[in-house]
């Protein structure tokens, strides 16, 4: 089955900088690679998505970037508040089952 | 829009009982409905997939018996914990989807449950 892969597990940066999570994936059939956020004992939040079909997708400060080829992809926040402080999962699926194969997740504090 | 509702929302129960969680599409009918299970600190695993009107699909490791699926309408899925043992705590999540080729997942709020 698919296996997701997260890095680094724990994140700690400055308020204003930038921060980045990668993933990579086994299975090349997986087409459908979303990033959700999670606060403690809340539900997670999709914060934003991309399909195999799409190299990179922004919205405001936040992108995300897919390698099919290489099989990784990675979530961009540029300017961290620390309201972005959190948990957040990648995720990837495959079209036929649409199940959710989510990695180990990052926990990541952005400082005043 | 988008709204995916859990009831009840924390629980604490006795070994050996049942409980039985309720995950619902408030806004849209839901053609697969998602079952997760999360341990402190870690990540989302899912237990089963459930579609309205079949029966549900468990993952490896996962037993059926044990967590019990119903997935009678487009807005309604439940999972029953059966004869519930303290190691069966855990913060359980339901997501839907809402079909038509779309992979989008809504989460629900979750059900802490914890077993005595």
């Known amino acids: 089955g698919e296996n997701v892969e997260q890095h680094p597990s724990t994140l700690s940066v400055q308020e204003g900088d930038s921060a980045v999570i990668k993933c990579t994936y086994s299975d090349s059939a997986s087409n459908y690679f979303p990033w959700y956020k999670q606060e403690l004992g809340k539900r997670p939040q999709l914060i934003i998505d991309?399909?195999?079909?799409?190299g990179e997708k922004k919205d405001q400060r936040i992108a995300v970037t897919l390698n099919k080829t290489a099989k990784h992809f990675s979530l961009h926040i540029t300017e961290t508040q620390p309201e972005d402080s959190a948990v957040y999962f990648c995720?990837?699926?495959?079209?036929?089952?649409?199940?959710?194969?989510f990695g180990k997740g990052t926990s990541l504090l952005v400082t005043p | 829009g988008a709204v995916v509702s859990q009831h009840p929302s924390r629980v604490i129960c006795k070994s050996g009982t049942s409980v039985k969680i309720e995950c619902r599409s408030l806004?849209?009918?839901?053609?697969?409905m998602f079952w997760y299970r999360q341990f402190p600190k870690k990540s989302l695993m899912l237990m089963a997939t459930s579609n309205e009107g079949s029966k549900a699909t468990y993952e490896q490791g996962v037993e059926k018996d044990k967590f019990l699926i119903n997935h009678a309408s487009l807005t309604l899925s439940t999972l029953t914990v059966t004869s519930a043992h303290p190691e069966d705590s855990s913060f359980y999540i339901c997501s839907a989807r809402i079909g038509g080729g779309s992979e989008t997942q809504y989460f629900g709020p979750g059900t802490r449950l914890l077993v005595l």
């Open positions: 991309i399909r195999s079909n799409v």
């Open positions: 995720a990837a699926s495959i079209n036929s089952g649409y199940a959710l194969n």
């Open positions: 806004d849209f009918q839901a053609t697969t």
